[in-house]
């Protein structure tokens, strides 16, 4: 079974830049998660979809992140301006949705770093 | 807002003793608690998961507690190996709030050879 792809593994901008960071989950997961990871810390829910809709972007820097998933497969996270705070390893996940287990499967993440 | 934090940021153990990695929440409407462990360059990866009308689960070589009076979660490590070494997260999913799934600051383990 193929696992969560994210592209690009690393990427370097200035402050000020955009920045857009794409994720496959695993065919036939409904649920899809972004997540901010910086050093020393735990993830961070930016973002949570079900399908093409918005879940949770309670946390989500709404000012300059954004994020979509159409047709409710892939989805793209964007930063416009990025801060040097936004350097972090940012994290999608996917897990099928409902009552059973809650295994979410996470792909290996891109690091960002904001000069 | 709810958050799931942990007490000790690093653990070192003897291979082939047991590791205990604990973990405090506040949200008492979480329907699982989960451990996810993180290898240096990879995302987490799912290790066991509890119910929270559990008090205790067991898997390979793993087991975790859940002691919902105190809202504290463990996970016990039997035998720990030098695999074992990485940052360990406890997290929490609210099944009401969309399975959102909430992480708290994780613990690194140290494994000594």
């Known amino acids: 079974e193929a696992g969560v792809a994210q592209s690009p593994r690393y990427k370097i901008i200035e402050k000020r830049q955009s920045v857009a960071f794409w994720c496959n989950p695993i065919s036939g997961h409904a649920t899809l998660y972004w997540y901010q990871q910086i050093l020393g810390q735990g993830p961070k829910l930016l973002i949570q979809?079900?399908?093409?809709?918005?879940?949770?972007d309670s946390q989500l820097p709404k000012d300059r992140f954004s994020a979509e998933r159409l047709k409710g497969v892939d989805s793209t996270l964007k930063i416009q301006p990025a801060k040097l705070e936004d350097s972090a390893v940012y994290l999608c996940a996917s897990s099928l949705p409902g009552t059973g287990g809650t295994e979410a499967f996470f792909g290996q993440g891109t690091r960002l770093t904001v000069v | 807002g709810e958050s799931v934090g942990l007490h000790l940021p690093t653990l070192s153990v003897q291979e082939g003793d047991n590791s205990i990695i604990n973990c405090a929440y506040s949200?008492?409407?979480?329907?699982?608690f989960i451990w996810y462990k993180q290898e240096s360059g990879k995302g987490p990866q799912f290790i066991i998961d509890?119910?929270?009308?559990?008090d205790k689960r067991q898997g390979q070589r793993v087991t975790v507690l859940l002691n919902k009076t105190v809202k504290h979660l463990s996970l016990q490590i039997a035998a720990t190996q030098p695999g074992d070494s990485a940052v360990y997260f406890c997290a929490e999913r609210e099944r009401a709030a969309g399975n959102k799934l909430t992480f708290g600051g994780g613990t690194r383990v140290l494994v000594k050879p």
């Open positions: 979809f079900q399908n093409n809709g918005v879940v949770d």
């Open positions: 509890i119910r929270s009308n559990m």
């Open positions: 949200n008492s409407a979480s329907d699982y």
